[in-house]
């Protein structure tokens, strides 16, 4: 997508009213260290300078919360959940989350995630055999959907439940932006901004199900993040109460499904139309594992599968805009940034700076090699954030896609049916605008499940 003058920037997202906020990004953002995004009521500012960003999602982090339109947005399906909360209640939830996504929790999780990537292979064999086409966005939202509700409840996507819960994010993810574009742009600052009745009635659907899910584990005796939840204590000696658990819970669905989705859905567009990054993938797939099920050992071996991960990352962030907004009036790299102002901080556009990297709109693995470790900018690769509310479940997110992948890539390929045509846009996560349609083929040598 051309990137534009600010005006026209601007007019394009009031045009097409498709709630794209990639649209609403000038193409001096990509030059600059810091910018205006157009003439807007509250002002709003886009910093890529790595520095300061460094210092708003760190030192100065209680300055510069998450913006109020996010909240908004995401309250009323996660409550004042971690992804939400600021302060004391933030610290408290993080302490009491960290302990479920451990190393020790994380090979435990494996088993589960490898078995939901299993269960999927009969139904894709049968697709490669009729030739049928298939949604890339669809097939991975099911496989990390599964995998999410195998690790938090050890129950498979196929219980009544678990599939009206990931019915129902759907229908929330495709209602609601992460932040709502006419507000954002002719609102005042914390000004009242409802959802649609759509979307409030998902939210309250999905909680509905998340309850049953978290009473009816209540009653097992597993290893799993529910349990490890359920189990967790603040200093106080306090577990999560029952709508605590939800609330988190929701998140753990909301980012562990739809943001590995996200990024496998562009990493296997990516690799269709770059043929020496598959051999070198499928070489070291090979290497590594040979015709054995992939293990939790094999993950962390296959360096050249996670620096694929890492770029795709980078050129398609899952989190496209990391929004904060400002409590007072301050100064930020020598401008005035009035109080209740937009802090607009942008994976998308930072992994894409031309003054952060070389060649920055070129597919590259091998940037994230340690041959070139130094040619990375400094705090300027945050597709998980950074400081203290980096993504809890990062380790569990790349662990996840590189088995997928893995499994995947060695068992089939895949041939998008117009790729030309892909054009992404930023609304809850960076997806394609339209749903990538692709056929697959079964690989003569598959290895066996």
Known sequence: MRALPELPSLARVLWRGDGDLLSLVPAKAYRQPMCTLGQTRRSIVMVSDPVLVRRIMTEDMD????SD??????RPLVGDSIFV???????????????????????????????????ALPALDRSAAAGEQLSLDLLTSHLTADAITRTVFSTPLE?????????????????????????????KAWADTPQRPEVLAACVRIREL????????????????AASMR????????????????????????AGHETTASALTWILYLISMAPAVRDRLLAEIGRVAGDDPISFEHVREMSYVRNVFRETLRLYPPITFMPRVALETARIGGRTVKRGALIMISPWVMHRHMKLWKEPDAFDPDRFSPERESDL???GYIPFGQGP???????????EAVLMLAELLRRYDFAPLAPGAVRPVARLTTRPEAQILCRITRRREAPRA
């Not at 339109?69 to 995401?74: N, S, V």
């Not at 998340?210 to 993040?225: F, K, M, P, S, Y």
């Open 377 to 379: 900018p400094e705090w």
């Open 231 to 254: 189990e967790a204590r603040d200093s106080a000696g306090t577990p999560f109460s029952r709508e605590e658990l939800i609330d988190q819970i929701g998140v753990m669905f909301l």
């Open 159 to 187: 219980s009544r439940t678990a599939h009206a819960v990931f019915e129902s994010f759907l229908t929330f993810e495709r209602s609601v932006a992460q932040v709502r574009l006419l507000p954002m742009i002719f609102g």
């Open 389 to 399: 509310r980096i993504c809890v479940g990062q380790a569990f997110a790349h662990t």
């Open 69 to 74: 339109l996010m909240q908004e947005a995401l």
């Open 85 to 119: 909360s600021g302060g004391a209640t933030w610290d408290r939830q993080r302490r009491m989350i960290n302990p479920a996504f451990s190393h020790m929790k994380l090979s435990l999780a494996f088993g589960p995630m490898r078995d939901a990537v299993q269960d």
């Open 63 to 66: 300055r510069y919360p998450k």
């Open 210 to 225: 998340l309850g049953e899910l978290v009473d009816a584990h209540a009653t097992r005796n597993t290893e799993d993040i």
